[in-house]
């Protein structure tokens, strides 16, 4: 059994378009509010249908199946036609009940939508969302004269995704002649005599067209952040003769060791510390006891896990987390890039939200004297 109920949906994102209207790097995969564009129709189609396929120009498919590992990838054609037929022939094998078309070009597409369409497709044969314009129409001349009237009445915007049952939406495509090249699935359904329900739309879904479509659809993807907490984390470990250490989730081969209950790793610690303190959770100790017998030798990258996990059930997201690690040995600067790996997959953000420091203190105190290694961590949390 599918999402769609009874029936088995597949989403056929078609992304093989050159963009040529919005110029500069290829318009799916430009950054969008912190993610590809294409990446938001996909988490949004991951939850509403059975089956992604991605249908992409041959030289993005490598890009693209990063950002959809479980999706077919399919290369496009010369058409937006040619684009779809593509994706809908990659289903012929195993075909779905419902496939709904839509245009990566609309990243802002809602789970609303996409359910009044699906939700459509129980009595009708195809279904599309629609935007009833608010201003007058007239229509213009090749000159840019305005030339007459045209009625509000019946004449609406149609957007994607547009839902058919896959089996004659599949024979429709196969019957166009060679080379037609048709505005949208729509189109080619109605020259089939499939009949087409107009769902309600959202003016938000906008299609990013133009250059200035990208700062527009910035404005609406950026969600105000209603709330911020910081929080501050310090943890400190001995260092004892050994043959290696954890620190940040990396391990160093070394004459020392960290000693303490878990893996001692004072980097991972602080850090925990660090987003407890911004929840208002109390501290590591509290929620991982020294002394449990299941946290000793544990790796910390659990306890990190965990935060990470406390910080999505209290509806936040980490926006930053920078970690200072304080010893004279190890030295810290070789491993810098793999811990901030480390500490960045520990907590599932991007690199680019985490950042990982050392510094010495110059021969003073315990640090200095090599006696253990001190951490630091600061965490930003936000509410959207
Ligand atoms: N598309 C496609 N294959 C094509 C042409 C278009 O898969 N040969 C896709 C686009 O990637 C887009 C959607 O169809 O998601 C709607 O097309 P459009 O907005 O026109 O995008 P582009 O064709 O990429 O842009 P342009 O027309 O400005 O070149
Ligand atoms: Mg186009």
Redesign the pocket.
């Given at each position: 059994m599918g999402k769609g109920g009874m029936a088995s949906i597949a989403a056929i994102i078609?992304?093989?378009?050159?963009?040529?209207?919005?110029g500069g790097a290829p318009?799916?995969l430009r950054d969008l509010a912190g993610r590809p564009a294409l990446a938001w129709s996909l988490a949004r189609f991951a939850e509403h249908a059975d089956r992604l396929v991605v249908?992409t120009p041959p030289d993005l498919a490598a890009a693209v199946r990063k950002l959809a590992p479980d999706a077919t990838i399919v290369d496009?054609?010369?058409?937006?036609t040619?684009?779809v037929r593509a994706g809908l022939e990659a289903l012929a094998a195993d075909p779905p009940d419902l496939a709904l078309v839509h245009?990566?070009?609309r990243p802002l597409v809602s789970g609303a939508v996409i359910a009044r369409v699906i939700e459509a497709l129980k009595v009708a044969e195809g279904a599309a969302p629609v935007v009833k314009p608010a201003d007058a129409l007239k229509r213009v001349s090749d000159g840019d004269q305005i030339e007459e009237d045209v009625a509000r009445d019946h004449v609406r915007a149609v957007q994607t995704p547009q839902g058919f049952r896959y089996a004659p939406l599949l024979a429709a495509y196969r019957a166009l002649p060679a080379g037609a090249a048709l505005p949208d699935d729509v189109a080619v359904a109605r020259g089939a005599g499939i009949a087409v329900a107009a769902v309600e739309g959202d003016p938000d879904n906008l299609?990013v067209?133009y250059p200035e479509d990208f700062a527009r659809a910035e404005r609406l993807l950026a969600k105000p952040v209603q709330r911020v907490a910081t929080g501050t984390g310090f943890d400190a470990h001995r260092l004892a003769a050994g043959d290696g250490l954890t620190l940040c989730g990396v391990r160093i081969a070394c004459d020392l060791a960290l000693v303490g209950f878990s893996d001692a790793d004072a980097g991972f610690h602080a850090v925990v510390d660090a987003i407890l303190g911004a929840l208002g959770e109390g501290d590591i100790g509290a929620h991982f006891p020294p002394g449990d017998a299941r946290w000793r030798a544990a790796p910390s990258r659990l306890f990190v896990e965990d935060a990470a996990r406390r910080v999505a059930a209290r509806g936040a997201e980490i926006a930053h987390v920078d970690l200072t690690l304080i010893c004279e040995r190890p030295k810290i600067a070789p491993h810098r890039a793999a811990m901030r790996a480390a500490l960045a997959a520990a907590l599932s953000v991007d690199d680019t939200s985490v950042s990982v420091k050392a510094t010495t203190t110059e021969g003073m105190g315990f640090t200095g004297r090599g006696e253990g290694v001190a951490a630091q961590a600061v965490a930003t949390l936000v509410w959207r």
């Open positions: 078609v992304a093989a378009g050159r963009g040529e209207r919005a318009k799916q249908v496009g054609g010369d058409t937006r040619a684009s245009d990566a070009a299609k067209t």
